[in-house]
C-alpha cells in the first residue's frame, strides 16, 4: 500500500566527537541553560569554538564498548565564551572504495550546559574529561564533565 519497501540502513561504524561551543540558551526571553538535541550542522544560536575531537570510534563488526571515558585538550578557534559541549555522533554506512569515501548520516547533536562557563581566546587549550557508560541518563554525563582553560604560558624574553 505504501510502495516498495525501503533498505534498512545498518552501518559499519560509528565515529563520537566533542566540540566546544557558545551555546544561546535564551527561549522567549528567558535563559534556560538546559541539554539541547539539534540537526546537524550550523546554526544561528551555536558558535563552533573549536574543531570537533573524536573521543572514540564504534565498530559494529566488533564487540561495542560500555564504557567512554575520554580525556584531552582542545585548541580554541576563536574567542567566545564556552559555555557548552556539543556531542557528535557520526554513522559511516558505506565506504565507497573506488571514491575514497564513506557514506555518512550524522546524528542529531547533543548541546549540553556547562555548569560554569568560561571565557576563551583564540589558540587557549582547554583541558575537557568525561565518562559515561552506554545508555546512561544525560544527567550522569553532565555531571561527569570537568573543563578547565589552561594557563597560557608566554616565551620569556631574553634581553638584548
Known amino acids: 500500500a505504501f510502495g516498495p519497501r525501503l533498505p ?13 561551543v557558545e551555546q544561546d540558551f535564551c527561549f522567549s526571553g528567558y535563559t534556560a541553560p538546559v541539554p539541547l ?3 546537524p550542522g550550523p546554526h544561528p544560536d551555536t558558535r563552533w569554538l573549536s574543531d ?23 585548541t580554541v578557534q576563536c574567542d567566545g565564551t564556552l559555555n557548552a559541549l556539543s556531542f ?6 558505506a565506504f565507497v572504495l573506488q571514491e575514497h569515501r564513506a557514506v555518512q548520516w550524522p546524528m542529531n547533536q547533543l548541546i549540553l ?4 562557563p568560561i571565557a576563551v581566546r583564540t589558540n587557549d587549550t582547554v583541558a575537557v574529561r568525561f565518562a559515561y557508560r552506554a545508555g546512561c541518563p544525560l544527567e550522569a554525563l553532565q555531571e561527569s564533565l570537568v573543563i578547565e582553560r589552561q594557563a597560557q604560558w608566554l616565551p620569556l624574553r631574553r634581553a638584548a
Open 113 to 116: 550546559p556547562l555548569s560554569n
Open 52 to 74: 570537533p575531537q573524536i573521543y572514540s570510534t564504534i565498530s559494529y563488526d566488533a564487540a561495542s564498548p560500555a564504557d567512554f571515558p575520554w580525556e584531552g585538550s582542545v
Open 88 to 93: 557528535l555522533t557520526n554513522n559511516l554506512l
Open 37 to 39: 538535541f539539534k540537526p
Open 8 to 20: 534498512a540502513f545498518i552501518p559499519d561504524a560509528s565515529v563520537l566527537g566533542v566540540q566546544l
